[in-house]
């Protein structure tokens, strides 16, 4: 028998691990959608939201390590699967299409790399703008130093028409991303039979599709609002 | 009888070393009855005929049984219809006047021998590392001395279908060989007779279809779509809980 690491490493090893850091993935988004939706709760919903995440100090380090170790295992795994599928056909096909149903071939499946790849890019400067950018000071009630107004920071960011539409769009993709992800993780998991493939399939895209409205909402919401929309509480 | 006229685009390629290009013939007396060998049989005697190398493909049957032909046709592995084989495909599924653009399987694990015959023993050697069960030789064992239930020869007999013939791989993104692995673990995991060796037979085969050359699989589910047989990519789901159980978790 192989060795743990041999048998990760194998095309089943390999998308088992894609899998499964494809649903811790999952996870951190749908808790980071929760969090950004307290945009529209009280007042001080999100800047609270922002402190006690804050405040959970060595245990965010921790879950910012795994959660780092994850992007970049999924990553990997994709990007080298893309790479090795030109290893695996030198000689491309003059013609090709797909046969259709049960094809799950579709502008998702085709392009998981190209929407990776631009979330990828996209993670480093959406860290750099909301994680270590600059924005004023400001007081929440339980806590008698200033803090970080963040919430100020998100509603005058996307103010900016650029900003507001280039989030729009990753949001978009990130949906593409997983209307094709979240069905291949659960194959890949071994979670589905031939009876409940289609449905599990039509799950994935719904989940993706509310996942990418719920993200993309926010910047479309405050731009087309002026930040003054009824349903952002000063 | 309808008589059609199709116009043909074929890979031509000497030899595995050599370069292959695309060579056009108009063929004007197609029966719509024809199969599409029969179609490329009498393009191969008029090329005969008038002095000229006909095209070299695969076939054997002509039942839709052995797996012998592959081609990919329109772009498609065993061509525009669902569930058949090549050999299966009848010209009426195509209009007088169209083109048809014919290549070989195209796979690095796949290499070209001549024109649209493909070197299909990888797969050979994917069986041979972990595809058979331990029986004992001399006369028939008693027929009924082994009780199966019948879900699990249902399972086994679903599987047991796949004829091999590579189009899983000629129509994947990722030119996976993962549809014909696990049809191959699936017909024999199941059944009492494969059980014995079903840790070793899947790890076996799964590292034999990653050295071959093979890619990865993405979950395209292209494979499904064109296999003649209908082979499920659940069974790809099942060669992973096996590999998992046998390796991982177990």
Redesign the interface.
Known sequence: MPSLLKALSSQVGRKLLTGLTGVALIVFIVVHLVGNLTLFGPPDAFNIYAYKLHSLGPLLWLAEIGLVAVFAIHSYIGLSIWWNRRKARPQKYHVYSSKGAPSRQSLSSKSMAFTGVVMLIFIVFHVRAFKYGETTMTSIPGVDYPVKDLKALVITSFLDPVMAFAYTFVMMLLGVHLGHGIWSAMISLTLSNPQRSAAVYTAGTIIAALLSVGFLFIPLYIYFTGGQGALIQY | MSQMTIHL?IWRQEGPDTKGA?ENHTLDTVNEHMSFLEMLDVLNEELILAGNEPFEFDYDCREGICGSCNL?I????HG?K?LTAACQLHMRNFKDGDSI?I?PA????FPVIKDLVVDRSAFDRIIAAGGYITVRTGSAPEANSIPVELEDSTFSFDYAACIGCGACVA?C????A?LFTAAKLSHLNRLPQGEPER?KRV?AM??Q??KE??????????C???CPKGI???S??????N??K???A?
């Open positions: 685009k695309f990919v329109n772009g498609r592995a525009p669902r653009v290549e195209r796979a690095a694990a129509a993104p990722n030119s996976s993962s840790e790890v799964v590292e279809m990653e050359g093979f890619g990865d699989c993405s979950n395209y589910g292209e499904e779509a064109v499920s990519i659940a790809i789901a099942e060669m992973r809980r590999y998992i046998a390796t991982i177990g």
